[in-house]
């Protein structure tokens, strides 16, 4: 996993709640079998007309926020599907670090395992990060997880990540390297589970 | 000892290290495993070296891309076709049981697992898609992941996961005829909210939940995940073990009794405590419509479209104002003159047997309305079968809808089932989000006999006015 220990960019306001996972990458870009690719399709629906015409409305279609790397964005953002194409499709378009209020819980965890930073803020201080990147487009914004701090302009606002998932991203740690040394302790964990316990291996099993 | 919840009791038999500072290690006793959201997994063990490590606990079928026009693959495009056979090679290499398009098993993965009887209470399930909630019904703790959680999965059949919190939903009193599992659970989420559940495990408890049949525990479970819950869950009881009884994988003489040994354990003790408790009254519900574009915008089919100011919160207001635009809708229509032009019955939500038994006896004898489009989609093949072995084909085809086989289908229009910009559709799946069942369509979702009863009108209307009007030939 690509680490992230801190992101200078261009602040990216999407001032709308609830923005839900087939809005960040609809479902007609979802029958693709690779992992990159999918950058130009983030938030395709909003971004494109039926024609495929950009809209000049949409935020990222706008000059100074089209090289943004860091997005704030209303409550409860990725929430909806558990698709990870939309942290796919964040990250290949360059976003970095995503400011909100609150996540989607799988979004937040897919995002993390991608090297994806989900930055968790109350209320008044998205607010504030939304009303500044709106006024002065294309201010840049710092994301430091080294210090857990926002600064954009002269706003600084402190974030708490789980320690562990904080190192994880610090230090671009393999999730899987780090369970499987845990291999002893799974293997007797496997030795004592009850029999009744689904198995489409063990003999007699119907097929 | 101290009282735990149900959800307590599958977690602490499912930890396998928990170290100090790090989420812990949690076994996983089923994984499915459906052809969207697995490549990428299969194709990250195969760059790290890393093979399937318990492939008798992986089970895989072909869902969301699937035409349902055709038995098999045929009339799919040539990106879904390289998917479902990208997941047929993985599950060969692997060693993965897959039910693929044309097995007689073949289905909605949602649906599969409780027919095959390898959703059991007490497990630990999850699965690359969000509405994995549904297994929960079991008395499971059931979660949706993301490819890569899926890929660790594989490599290791466990799963990190920080303990979440838990949160009682309590249905308190008797469902008003006419109210279905559904409507229930839209009404919760219009009481809880789209993150009302957040971080937390969601235990429904009451005497309507218990007095629910297996089919409406799923339902209910299911839309878990639009509150944004990690799970959902119901403890299991005489229904729960009746349903299991002599599926395909469920367990056999001795272990079986073993199972029902330890599954009379899993109910939350007396004076358990959750973080969290919310109470719904029964008798407060009515047969529901959504009006906006999340699953929590909804009212009752007797009511109107609201007007947007009279939310008190800022961002409520703001999304009711783009829901209403994307929608087509002015405040204060009557929810029951709004017109519809495709009606969809199935999805993981409702394709049940019970859902198309009783959308079925609403369009018993009448006829879809003039110029409106329904589809009957059923939930797996295995379902479809017997559909059609008690006549409810005939019932749906007589009354001019189509009759399709199995899959996700339109509730993600995946698959060539979608709508058309502007068009309107009465829908028994999850999610009215914006473009969801086509770019500019226009979801409304309802239970199945609110379809059905819509399908019959043109427009929404009360499901019991319509059965007190009699069947129209």
């Not at chain 2, 007589?398 to 009465?426: H, K, T, V, Y």
Request: charged content about 20%; overall charge negative.
């Amino acid at each position: 996993m690509r680490p992230f220990q801190r992101e200078e960019g261009v602040l990216v306001p999407l001032d709308r709640s609830d923005v839900d996972t087939d809005q960040i990458i609809p479902k007609q870009f979802l029958k693709r079998i690779e992992r990159n690719g999918y950058g130009e399709f983030l938030f395709n629906d909003w971004r494109r007309d039926a024609t495929g015409a950009p809209r000049p409305d949409f935020v990222l279609n706008q000059e100074e926020y089209r090289s943004g790397t860091v997005l704030v964005t209303g409550r409860n953002f990725g929430c909806g599907s558990s698709r990870e194409h939309a942290v796919w499709a964040l990250a290949d378009h360059g976003i970095r670090a995503v400011i909100s209020e609150s996540f989607g819980d799988i979004f937040s965890t897919n995002a993390l395992g991608s090297g994806l930073v989900p930055v968790p803020l109350p209320e008044h201080e998205v607010r504030a990060l939304i009303d500044l990147a709106t006024e002065q487009p294309g201010i840049t914004v710092a994301v430091d997880l080294v210090t857990e701090t926002v600064t954009c302009g002269d706003l600084r606002f402190g974030f708490r990540l789980d320690p562990f998932v904080r190192k994880r991203l610090l230090e671009g740690l393999d999730d899987i390297s780090l369970t499987l040394d845990h291999e002893a302790a799974i293997t007797a964990f496997e030795a004592q589970r009850p029999a009744w316990m689904p198995d489409l291996s063990r003999a007699g099993a119907s097929v | 000892m101290t009282a735990r919840t149900l959800f307590d009791k599958i977690w602490d038999a499912h930890v396998v290290t928990e170290t100090d500072g790090e989420p812990a290690l949690l076994y996983v006793d089923l994984h499915l495993v459906h052809e969207v959201t697995s490549p990428q997994a299969f194709e990250g063990l195969r760059i790290e070296g890393r093979s399937v490590r318990r492939p008798g606990l992986v089970v895989a079928t072909m869902d969301h891309n699937v035409p349902t026009t055709g038995m098999d693959a045929g009339g799919a495009d040539e990106m879904s076709v390289a998917q479902m056979d990208t997941l047929r090679r993985n599950c060969d290499e692997s060693g993965i049981a897959c039910f693929g398009a044309g097995h007689r098993w073949q289905g909605i993965v949602h649906v599969i697992g409780p027919e095959l009887g390898l959703t059991l209470p007490g497990t630990v399930i999850v699965c690359g898609d969000s509405h994995t909630a549904t297994h929960g019904a079991f008395g499971a703790f059931a979660l949706g992941i993301g490819t890569s959680e899926v890929e660790h999965v594989l490599a290791t059949q466990c799963l990190r996961q920080a303990r979440p919190l838990t949160m009682e939903v309590r249905i308190e009193g008797t469902l008003p005829p006419g109210v279905t599992a559904k409507d229930t659970a839209l009404g919760i989420l219009n009481a809880i909210g789209t993150a009302g559940a957040v971080g937390h495990v969601v235990e429904y408890t009451g005497p309507v939940v218990h007095g629910f049949s297996m089919e409406q525990r799923m339902t209910l479970c299911n839309l878990t995940i639009e509150g944004g819950g990690r799970a959902g869950m119901i403890a299991p009881d005489d229904v729960t073990i009746a349903y299991i009884a002599n599926r395909p994988y469920a367990p056999r003489d001795e272990q079986w009794d073993a199972a029902v040994a330890a599954w009379s354990e899993l109910r939350s003790d007396p004076g358990a405590r959750y973080d969290r408790t919310v109470t719904i009254d029964a008798a407060t519900l009515e047969p529901t419509v959504t009006w906006g574009t999340t699953p929590a915008q909804s009212v009752p089919v007797s009511g109107r479209v609201p007007d947007p100011e009279s939310f008190a919160d800022a961002a409520e207001r703001e999304s009711a104002v783009r829901a209403l635009a994307y929608m087509g809708l002015e405040p204060g229509t009557p929810i029951a003159d709004i017109a519809l032009d495709t009606v969809f019955l199935g999805s993981c939500t409702n394709g049940r047997i019970e859902d198309l038994r009783a959308a079925a006896a609403v369009l018993a004898g009448r006829r879809v309305h003039d110029g409106l489009r329904m589809l009957v989609v059923p939930g797996s093949a295995q379902v479809k079968v017997q559909a059609e072995n008690e006549g409810l084909d005939a019932i749906f085809r007589d009354a001019g809808a189509e009759w399709r086989n199995p899959g996700c289908s339109m509730c993600l229009g995946m698959n060539p089932d979608i709508l058309q910009p502007g068009e309107r559709c009465a829908s028994t799946s999850n999610r009215n989000f914006e473009g969801r069942q086509g770019r500019g369509g226009r979801t409304h979702l309802v239970s199945p006999v609110m379809a059905a009863a819509a399908a019959v009108e043109g427009h929404f209307v009360d499901v019991r006015q319509l059965d007190a009007a009699g069947a129209r030939a």
